[in-house]
């Protein structure tokens, strides 16, 4: 029976001890590499902490993270990614929240770890080889793990502008990792290309699939996303099949012309989670690499990667949005109006998630956890516990699900009720835009489209009048050389509204 994921891959490192899990330009571990290293590294962890405490793992992105990651784990503790390009205030407070047991660390943050993670236990990842394993505590820990523990804790950003803890334990990953590997007939011929960085849940199959399955993940330099050539050469140098990533870095690839250079052609899998894939630049990746299966997936990092799945055996026209899907196996998916009502069809509802792959709650903040997984309101039976998403949506005749936008990202402008999201799919589908972001704002009640590509506020303006009611055109634009994105690789909204507001933008 499987309790924790180390039973992944405790057993993986017996079927294929010699076989590359993951390897960046580097560093190579092999399965049985792996399993001693976590397991020294745990060992280390487990003499100076009890089980369940948090470990922050504070590196530099690459494939070394990874043993540290499964050590916290061996010795029965959560590990917390920190990345060593992340901002120092951050950091300070993501801290100030966790309150951490240890940090381990390398020779690249060992500085940035003294200003600003003092005063806690550092384990040193380049003294490992020299931990020794201590059998008879790794025994003892493990024996005691339940399957509900603790796996790891995430920050998302929060609304407060103090980060929000995502706990996620051993079944939900395990959960998704037994349906995911299952559906799309993942196994030890799998290559993966890692793109996310391992602080965000996209990251999240790539580091899991291996174990269930024997796959390879490559990481490549962060900057071959900045160079989409580059990336693509890479994936065709290491012969990857299988891609997993968020829709941005599908579109740099689109908006760099990177396919008149490169066509990765060994790829066969393409899921995109973590935001909407604009089908003008899925349909260009469907035109260079056709076998190709693609995925599109929903879930927020509370859900474990993802809850729901479409998978796209049509054409879609570049101004469709693409639906969300059905419900991922031991998920549900339930709309809910603003009356606590299941929405009807045609009705919007906001998504409210159910199952094993939920969150346990924000770490140590009980008022934050109790506003958002609340008792199903559509359940006055049992204790069912639901997750309240604020994306809305509705279900189509053949229930596929739709989404169509946040409630914070729908306004209402002269008695209109408006969808942002609906905007920028419009300025997206144009084959001159690079890329989009409406915001509004309250005080002129205009709505700002902000926008980078080969055309001008009058061609865009232009063009949007055939495919929006008037009352939805924006009143302002704005191009910018490039949009900016957040550190998950998403496009940063409180940035670009703070930017405009603040007169930077014109």
């Not at 993951?22 to 060992?43: C, H, M, P, Q, W």
């Not at 159910?354 to 609340?374: H, M, P, Q, R």
């Not at 936008?405 to 997206?428: P, S, T, Y």
Request: proline share 6%; glycine share 6%.
């Amino acid at each position: 029976m499987i309790t924790t994921v180390l039973d992944y891959l405790d057993d993986i490192s017996r079927r294929f001890p010699d076989k590359v899990a993951y390897e960046d330009t580097a560093v190579s571990f092999t399965f049985k590499a792996l399993t001693e290293r976590a397991r020294k590294i745990g060992s280390e962890i487990a003499r100076q902490l009890p089980p369940q405490s948090p470990v922050v793992v504070y590196m530099k992105k690459g494939a070394h993270n990874i043993p540290a990651f499964f050590g916290a784990a061996y010795a029965g503790c959560f590990y917390v990614p920190i990345d060593k390009d992340m901002p120092d205030e951050r950091i300070k407070l993501i801290v100030d929240v966790l309150k951490p047991g240890a940090v381990v660390c390398d020779s690249t943050t060992k500085d940035l770890v003294n200003s600003n993670i003092p005063g806690i236990p550092v384990i040193y990842d380049d003294e490992a080889d020299s931990f020794e394993i201590d059998e008879d505590r790794l025994c003892k820990i493990r024996s005691e793990v339940k399957t509900t523990d603790l796996l790891y804790v995430l920050f998302t950003s929060g609304s407060t502008g103090v980060p929000k803890g995502v706990t996620i334990s051993h079944a939900a990953v395990i959960d998704f990792m037994e349906w995911i590997c299952d559906k799309y007939n993942l196994s030890e011929s799998t290559s993966l290309c890692n793109q996310a960085p391992f602080y965000f849940d996209a990251s999240v199959p790539d580091l899991y699939i291996p174990l269930k399955t024997g796959a390879s993940v490559y990481i490549p330099p962060k900057s071959y996303y900045t160079f989409p050539k580059k990336i693509l050469g890479f994936i065709k140098e290491k012969g990857i099949n299988t891609l997993i990533w968020v829709p941005s870095a599908l579109c740099n690839v689109v908006n760099a012309r990177a396919f008149e250079v490169c066509v990765p052609d060994t790829v066969r899998l393409v899921i995109f989670c973590g935001e909407v894939m604009p089908c003008r630049h899925l349909n260009v990746w469907k035109k260079y690499i056709p076998d190709a299966l693609y995925v599109n997936m929903y879930g927020p990092t509370e859900a474990t990667y993802a809850c729901m799945y479409y998978d796209i055996t049509r054409d879609f026209a570049d101004d469709e949005v693409l639906p969300l899907g059905k419900a991922c196996e031991n998920s549900s998916i339930y709309l809910i109006t603003d009356e606590n009502k299941e929405a009807g069809p045609g009705e919007q509802g906001e998504i409210c998630i159910a199952g094993i792959c939920l969150s346990n709650g924000y770490f140590n903040n009980k008022e934050k956890s109790d506003a958002v997984f609340t008792q199903h309101p559509l359940n006055e039976r049992w204790f069912e516990r639901v997750y309240h998403t604020g994306d809305l949506a509705m279900r189509c005749d053949n229930g596929d699900i739709v989404f169509c936008g946040r409630k914070d990202f729908q306004i209402k402008k002269l008695g209109h009720r408006i969808e942002l999201g609906e905007i920028e799919n419009a300025i997206c589908s144009l084959e001159q835009i690079k890329n989009a972001c409406c915001i509004y704002d309250e005080e002129s009640t205009n709505i700002v489209a902000v926008f980078s590509g080969d055309m001008d506020s009058d061609e865009l303006s232009k063009c949007l009048t055939a495919r929006l009611m008037p009352y939805m055109m924006p009143s302002v634009y704005v191009k910018m050389s490039a949009i900016p994105m957040n550190l998950n690789g998403k496009i940063d909204r409180p940035r670009i509204k703070k930017m405009y507001l603040e007169g930077e933008l014109s």
